[in-house]
């Protein structure tokens, strides 16, 4: 049952007549909000409810006056009645032949109003800025010309399979995304076009965000826009180092870098000497080439690693220096850490970086050959993680492993300094004891029995199948007899990837004992 109240608010919210308000509401199940809005949303709805048909018109006027209604239109000195284009509905002060005629009229130039913005509407759409579009005889336009789009370009750079143009494509795709108004929205593959510059005399002061963002802005001056092939070449042919920060954008600790630590003058100085610096937002597809190499076990997810910075061996690869999680060091200290890594270490031919003196933790997990007891405490640390998050970070910095790790008795000292020259001897007599003499032959492919190995070298890379229980010798046996060219002769080293674990420490391991199962091996020369 319909209420009055509702009635007469619908009435007096739309203006409509008692009989469409409760034909609506009837129809609405006496919700009036549904009412109003389905009043308003079909036009034709109201026009088949205030224009009724003749015989309802005709049956209405034998009955007695209804309450009446505001009137509709407006009436001049001259007694001319002015009718809206949306006030079709009909005058109730007139009589019913003098209603239906303005009704009609007012219909009629509704219709033509819309018709005559269609045309207008379909000109501009397709017969450009308005103008009017050809048409044949028959009054039917010409078909729309052909057009040819270019999504991904076919070429970019220097890879010939594209994925550098899909790259740079999700790249600007991503910048086009991002908020201008948010400072912390800037990507580091920003060309830098809209550093900040000093505002010319007499113009306006720029805005707070804008001079957040100026704050916050990445290092364009200090990074390389390179590969992270391009970077390991650029930094072999100007023997640089490769310094990389990787950047959570949701951590304030990472923003701070780009404020404080790259634009201090004597750290930029520094960078720019020395590195190839290379800056990459997490989320990047740039960066997942760093992340799969140097954090294993889905570390990159884990909070407490950033701010990350690393230092990376352009000849090998290898990670030599790691400054991971907080407190992260200010500036002085940092820039006196850069100085003393330049210090103890060099990319001459001719020099010997330290190593490590401290076994580094074991970074993969063999789970096949774990016990039941080491898979169960395993998943329990897993779950813990899941839940709580790791509450350090799990990284390890490579360097400090190569310092010593207390004051060591004069005695000792004595034993480790003469200790050294012999474990020397000894590692270079073990390489000369390998003979050179026996070239490799792959065994048929078993998947049970046999494993591929990955020798990565500055040209590029060999793959050979080895067997699971040949000793790590045969590695360097195969070396010695099929040397390089241009390397013959020439000492070199083999440490797998990531762990940087130097192999001649495992000459009797077999393949599969040593973790080189489908692994990477890094083949280093030794020129003096």
Same mark, same amino acid.
């Given at each position: 049952?319909?209420?009055?109240?509702?009635?007469?608010?619908?009435?007096?919210?739309?203006?409509?007549?008692?009989?469409?308000?409760?034909?609506?509401?009837?129809?609405?199940?006496? *919700?009036? $909000?549904? &009412?109003?809005?389905?009043?308003?949303?079909? @036009? !034709? %709805?109201?026009?088949?409810?205030?224009? /009724?048909? =003749?015989?309802?018109?005709?049956?209405?006027?034998?009955?007695?006056?209804?309450?009446?209604?505001?009137?509709?239109?407006?009436?001049?000195?001259?007694?001319?009645?002015?009718?809206?284009?949306?006030?079709?509905?009909?005058?109730?002060?007139?009589?019913?032949?003098?209603?239906?005629?303005?009704?009609?009229?007012?219909?009629?130039?509704? *219709?033509? $109003?819309? &018709?005559?913005?269609?045309?207008?509407?379909? @000109? !501009? %759409?397709?017969?450009?800025?308005?103008? /009017?579009? =050809?048409?044949?005889?028959?009054?039917?336009?010409?078909?729309?010309?052909?057009?040819?789009?270019?999504?991904?370009?076919?070429?970019?750079?220097?890879?010939?399979?594209?994925?550098?143009?899909?790259?740079?494509?999700?790249?600007?795709?991503?910048?086009?995304?991002?908020?201008?108004?948010?400072?912390?929205?800037?990507?580091?593959?920003?060309?830098?076009?809209?550093?900040?510059?000093?505002?010319?005399?007499?113009?306006?002061?720029?805005?707070?965000?804008?001079?957040?963002?100026?704050?916050?802005?990445?290092?364009?001056?200090?990074?390389?826009?390179?590969?992270?092939?391009?970077?390991?070449?650029?930094?072999?042919?100007?023997?640089?180092?490769?310094?990389?920060?990787?950047?959570?954008?949701?951590?304030?600790?990472?923003?701070?870098?780009?404020?404080?630590?790259?634009?201090?003058?004597?750290?930029?100085?520094?960078?720019?000497?020395?590195?190839?610096?290379?800056?990459?937002?997490?989320?990047?597809?740039?960066?997942?080439?760093?992340?799969?190499?140097?954090?294993?076990?889905?570390?990159?997810?884990?909070?407490?690693?950033?701010?990350?910075?690393?230092?990376?061996?352009?000849?090998?690869?290898?990670?030599?220096?790691?400054?991971?999680?907080?407190?992260?060091?200010?500036?002085?200290?940092?820039?006196?850490?850069?100085?003393?890594?330049?210090?103890?270490?060099?990319?001459?031919?001719?020099?010997?970086?330290?190593?490590?003196?401290?076994?580094?933790?074991?970074?993969?997990?063999?789970?096949?050959?774990?016990?039941?007891?080491?898979?169960?405490?395993?998943?329990?640390?897993?779950?813990?993680?899941?839940?709580?998050?790791?509450?350090?970070?799990?990284?390890?910095?490579?360097?400090?492993?190569?310092?010593?790790?207390?004051?060591?008795?004069?005695?000792?000292?004595?034993?480790?300094?003469?200790?050294?020259?012999?474990?020397?001897?000894?590692?270079?007599?073990?390489?000369?004891?390998?003979?050179?003499?026996?070239?490799?032959?792959?065994?048929?492919?078993?998947?049970?029995?046999?494993?591929?190995?990955?020798?990565?070298?500055?040209?590029?890379?060999?793959?050979?199948?080895?067997?699971?229980?040949?000793?790590?010798?045969?590695?360097?046996?195969?070396?010695?007899?099929?040397?390089?060219?241009?390397?013959?002769?020439?000492?070199?080293?083999?440490?797998?990837?990531?762990?940087?674990?130097?192999?001649?420490?495992?000459?009797?391991?077999?393949?599969?004992?040593?973790?080189?199962?489908?692994?990477?091996?890094?083949?280093?020369?030794?020129?003096?």
């Amino acid at each position: 049952m319909v209420k009055d109240e509702d009635v007469e608010s619908f009435m007096g919210i739309t203006g409509a007549d008692r009989r469409a308000a409760q034909q609506m509401l009837e129809l609405c199940g006496s *919700e009036l $909000e549904q &009412a109003i809005q389905l009043w308003f949303n079909d @036009e !034709e %709805l109201q026009r088949s409810l205030t224009n /009724p048909a =003749p015989s309802t018109a005709t049956a209405s006027a034998s009955r007695p006056s209804r309450p009446s209604r505001p009137q509709i239109g407006r009436e001049d000195a001259q007694g001319v009645i002015h009718i809206d284009s949306d006030d079709d509905v009909p005058m109730t002060d007139f009589d019913d032949d003098d209603a239906d005629d303005v009704t009609s009229v007012a219909r009629r130039a509704q *219709e033509e $109003e819309d &018709a005559a913005m269609a045309k207008r509407l379909q @000109e !501009e %759409l397709y017969g450009g800025g308005g103008q /009017p579009q =050809p048409t044949d005889e028959e009054g039917i336009r010409a078909p729309m010309a052909r057009t040819t789009e270019t999504l991904v370009a076919p070429t970019y750079g220097h890879d010939d399979d594209g994925h550098d143009a899909v790259l740079e494509q999700l790249r600007r795709r991503q910048q086009a995304r991002a908020r201008p108004n948010n400072p912390f929205a800037q990507s580091v593959w920003d060309d830098g076009a809209r550093s900040s510059h000093p505002a010319a005399p007499g113009a306006a002061e720029p805005s707070r965000a804008s001079r957040l963002a100026d704050l916050f802005r990445p290092p364009h001056d200090l990074m390389s826009h390179l590969s992270w092939d391009e970077a390991r070449d650029e930094g072999k042919d100007s023997k640089k180092w490769i310094l990389v920060n990787l950047q959570d954008m949701s951590d304030f600790n990472c923003q701070a870098l780009n404020r404080d630590i790259w634009k201090a003058p004597e750290i930029k100085a520094l960078v720019k000497e020395n590195f190839v610096f290379l800056q990459f937002d997490k989320t990047d597809f740039a960066a997942e080439q760093y992340i799969t190499f140097y954090f294993p076990n889905e570390g990159h997810h884990n909070p407490n690693n950033y701010p990350h910075v690393s230092i990376i061996d352009p000849r090998t690869g290898e990670q030599v220096k790691v400054w991971s999680g907080i407190p992260f060091p200010n500036v002085l200290d940092f820039h006196a850490q850069l100085a003393e890594f330049l210090d103890r270490y060099s990319l001459s031919a001719h020099s010997k970086n330290p190593v490590p003196k401290v076994k580094r933790p074991e970074r993969t997990v063999d789970v096949d050959r774990m016990t039941e007891e080491e898979m169960l405490e395993m998943a329990l640390q897993n779950s813990l993680d899941a839940n709580g998050g790791p509450s350090e970070p799990n990284l390890v910095d490579p360097d400090e492993l190569t310092k010593s790790t207390g004051a060591l008795p004069e005695e000792k000292g004595k034993e480790k300094a003469e200790a050294e020259p012999e474990a020397s001897a000894a590692q270079e007599s073990a390489f000369a004891r390998i003979p050179s003499d026996r070239p490799h032959v792959e065994p048929p492919a078993d998947p049970k029995t046999t494993t591929r190995l990955q020798v990565r070298n500055p040209p590029g890379r060999i793959i050979r199948r080895f067997r699971l229980d040949e000793p790590v010798c045969r590695i360097y046996e195969w070396l010695k007899a099929e040397p390089l060219e241009g390397k013959e002769g020439v000492e070199f080293e083999l440490k797998s990837m990531p762990a940087g674990t130097d192999l001649i420490e495992h000459l009797d391991k077999t393949i599969q004992e040593a973790g080189l199962a489908n692994g990477t091996v890094m083949l280093e020369f030794i020129e003096e």
